[in-house]
């Protein structure tokens, strides 16, 4: 039997009440305080909608009068900027080389920040872009856009449209409202929470090459997440191609304590004037010798890696403080300690660094520490040796 009242063995929708939008809150932020000023607005009482769209659409003619009458022309840049843009051979964006009196100032247009060296063609590209303004809502894909589109095209006319971007015959992605270089577009934040940014790019109708640059990635959910140990299979090698090398950092502990327990001469100095007596000094004597050193080219080449004088400098008197000119060095007991710290990190490196690893380089060094770039199988094995 026909009737209009719905089957009561069947599911079925029956609409129990109407919801009315009752206010709306909304934050416009902006990076240009002489184009717009960021601040909130929010609306309680009648006609919601309405009062929305009559509300974002002066905005946007404010943002876009602005933008026109607050046109930087010419590009501000500084000394070290102007000598970048003489230096550059390319053009930033397109990465291709300048082509004779090709090569111009491109920059912000509402700022009149300089961004880079670019080429005619692209310098007008950049200038002739769309003046995209988005406007996000939360959830706006499923529920808030279905209350904007009829009170958008009542603001329809010959240069501005509304343009629909539709997932289905209910839920619409984007929604486009303006002229080809000067337009709203209406987005749901959604989106950019828990899509990739290949469904945002579905939404870019300008970039169509923009969808096939980004991969879509699959959402991983709990239940994968728990469970991925359980996929992974066990086993397989790789074949390193590439030689190994480590990078190995060593510290002389107490160094200086080491060097201050020498047995140190404490009286009985002199001076001695005469060169040949160093030739034949006592076995178990030392001396401090000043003179002009002469650094051999067999004696580099033993040393090359770890140079024995690797420098000849004398401080500036500005660099030394009233003290320290002032200063009657009669005492060289610092000198001798920094001697021995040094006769030990030398004998070292050359009779146990340099005969267990072979390939090895010094990258830096101080008084008491080493740092190393080694090629070796295995540094650990090695150590045990």
Known sequence: MQSCTPDPDKSYTKPISKQEINSYGMYVHSDYPEIYKSQYFHYDGDDVVKKYVEKIMSIFKKITYNIKHNKKDKPILNKYEEDEFQEATECYICGEEFEENNKVREHDHLSGKYRGAACQSCNTKEGKATKLIPVFFHNGL????????????????????????????????????????????????????????????????DFPILEKEFEDYRILDEHEGKGCLEKLKNGGNLNNCFKKNYLLYLDAN???????????????????????????????RGCLIKCDLKYTDKCKKKTIKYPLAPEKTRPKKEELSNYQLNLLGNKPLGQAILDYSKQLMYDFYYNVVNKLWKKNELIASDTDSIFLNIKTEDIYEDMKK
């Open 142 to 205: 499923n529920y808030d856009f279905h209350f904007l589109i009829e009170e958008l095209m009542k603001h329809e006319d010959e240069y501005n449209k509304v343009k629909l971007l539709s997932k289905n015959s209910e839920n619409y992605i984007s929604i486009d409202y303006g002229s080809y270089y000067e337009k709203l577009r209406f987005l749901d934040s959604y989106r950019f929470m828990l899509k990739g940014l290949s469904d945002v790019a579905k939404s870019m109708d």
């Open 254 to 284: 107490n160094l200086y304590g080491w060097s201050m327990s020498k047995n140190y001469q404490q009286k009985d100095f002199k001076w001695e004037e005469d060169p040949d007596y160093y030739k034949k000094v006592p076995k178990g």
